[in-house]
């Protein structure tokens, strides 16, 4: 059989960030909703600092309770994901929502905001983010069309793993990239091909020089404002391997440049240090026995522990989910409930789907999710939040 050629695309995404939406009255009346459900979107969007944009569907209700000096208000916001990436500076207005067959999400958000004296405030938001059609519903829709698997696939981050490498054997950057988070993951059979995997990742530049012999994912990333990011796409197959990779790049919110003899500082990322190594000898990826390619599993990843797992064990590098809960999924439900979701979302291909104990940059369990496919709305205020401390929207008369 032909092998596929590789295509590396590279190319630099310059794009124009509007200017800040002028201020609108947010009232305690009815024509106050519309621009009450725009300031939460711009709150979301701000917070929402893993996976996609989102925007607003529709206002589903607006619930008004009036109190000395002003109202609170609460709505049900119905939001759908868009394809722009949270690195992405485009206004998330100018996005486009994610079509039907590419695996499309929502989310519904109850929405609370505290309106005194001309001042609205953003106390609260809670969001159920999950996708518009099950599995069961695309398959009934659309047979061939690529279905959403956890993020910590296994064969979906080898795929990531070697696109991240030939992305750093491709280019003219001056420093090496590695991966910061991977977006989506979906997975189709090809007929004659075995299966093929399309994700979608975030890389971010680190403080190693291009060609320098260190291992790229011993690398330490640049602070988040002075680092290039790249959103990448990738295509493999399990019978050819990696088919293409296509980046956009987004430069650095600080451009300073560095004075005489001066370096480039070193920030505390998330989860501190330096991020987890992906390869043999890795703490968060033993060597497999067998030299089969595929790491041993370590349950509480994303969706189900394959049969005979021991289902009380979790990897060093993803704490295990939260009883009742977890961006990993429900395992220890009495109802039944769980076990549906699972059906609805999980992946497609039963036992036969491992999960990766190794999560790149972040750590995997930020929020509670049902679905281990996707990067969900987290709940705001965030845990250790300042009580008081909220975004604000004055408006003087």
């Known amino acids: 059989m032909k092998g596929f050629h590789i295509v590396v695309l590279l190319s630099s995404a310059v794009l124009r960030v509007s200017a800040a939406p002028a201020p609108e009255l947010v009232t305690c009346g009815e024509e106050g909703g519309p621009a009450a459900a725009r300031l939460a979107?711009?709150?979301?969007?701000?917070?929402?600092?893993?996976?996609?944009?989102?925007?607003?569907?529709?206002?589903?209700?607006?619930?008004?309770?009036?109190?000395?000096?002003?109202?609170?208000?609460?709505?049900?916001?119905?939001?759908?994901?868009?394809?722009?990436?949270?690195?992405?500076?485009?206004?998330?207005?100018d996005c486009q929502i994610r079509g039907e067959a590419e695996r499309a999400v929502m989310a519904n958000c109850t929405v609370q905001f505290s309106i005194r004296n001309n001042d609205a405030n953003l106390t609260k938001y809670e969001c159920d983010t999950r996708q518009v059609k099950t599995n069961q519903e695309m398959m009934m829709l659309c047979p061939d069309c690529p279905m959403l698997v956890p993020l910590n696939s296994v064969d979906g981050l080898k795929s990531v793993k070697e696109a991240v490498s030939k992305f750093n054997q491709n280019t003219t950057n001056q420093h090496y990239y590695?991966?910061?988070?991977?977006?989506?993951?979906?997975?189709?059979?090809?007929?004659?091909?075995?299966?093929?995997?399309?994700?979608?990742?975030?890389?971010?530049?680190?403080?190693?020089?291009?060609?320098?012999?260190?291992?790229?994912?011993?690398?330490?990333?640049?602070?988040?404002?002075?680092?290039?990011?790249?959103?990448?796409?990738?295509?493999?197959?399990?019978?050819?391997?990696?088919?293409?990779?296509?980046?956009?790049?987004?430069?650095?919110?600080?451009?300073?440049a560095l004075g005489p003899g001066e370096q480039e500082p070193l920030c505390r990322h998330h989860g501190g240090g330096h991020p987890p190594h992906v390869g043999h000898g890795s703490p968060c990826l033993p060597t497999p026995p067998g030299g089969d390619g595929h790491p041993p599993h370590v349950g509480h990843g994303h969706g189900p522990p394959p049969p005979g797992s021991d289902p009380r064990t979790h990897s060093p590098c993803i704490p295990p989910p939260r009883v009742g809960g977890g961006h990993g999924g429900r395992h220890h439900g009495g109802d039944g409930k769980d076990d549906k979701e699972k059906q609805h979302h999980g992946p497609p291909f039963g036992s036969k789907q491992h999960f990766h104990p190794f999560h790149p940059f972040h750590p995997f369990h930020r929020c509670r999710g049902s679905d281990p496919a996707l990067h969900p709305i987290c709940p705001w205020p965030r845990s250790g939040h300042r009580p008081g401390h909220r975004p604000s929207h004055r408006q003087d008369d």
Do not use: W
């Open 41 to 93: 979107m711009h709150r979301i969007n701000e917070n929402h600092d893993h996976g996609y944009k989102f925007r607003l569907q529709k206002i589903q209700s607006h619930g008004v309770e009036k109190v000395d000096g002003g109202c609170n208000l609460e709505l049900q916001l119905n939001l759908l994901e868009t394809v722009c990436y949270n690195i992405n500076p485009k206004p998330f207005e």
């Open 178 to 256: 590695i991966l910061k988070e991977v977006g989506r993951i979906r997975v189709g059979h090809v007929l004659g091909l075995g299966m093929h995997y399309y994700t979608e990742f975030e890389l971010v530049e680190t403080h190693c020089p291009m060609g320098s012999r260190i291992n790229p994912e011993a690398c330490q990333p640049l602070c988040p404002d002075r680092a290039h990011h790249a959103f990448c796409q990738s295509s493999y197959s399990n019978a050819t391997g990696l088919k293409s990779v296509a980046c956009d790049f987004y430069p650095p919110s600080n451009t300073t």
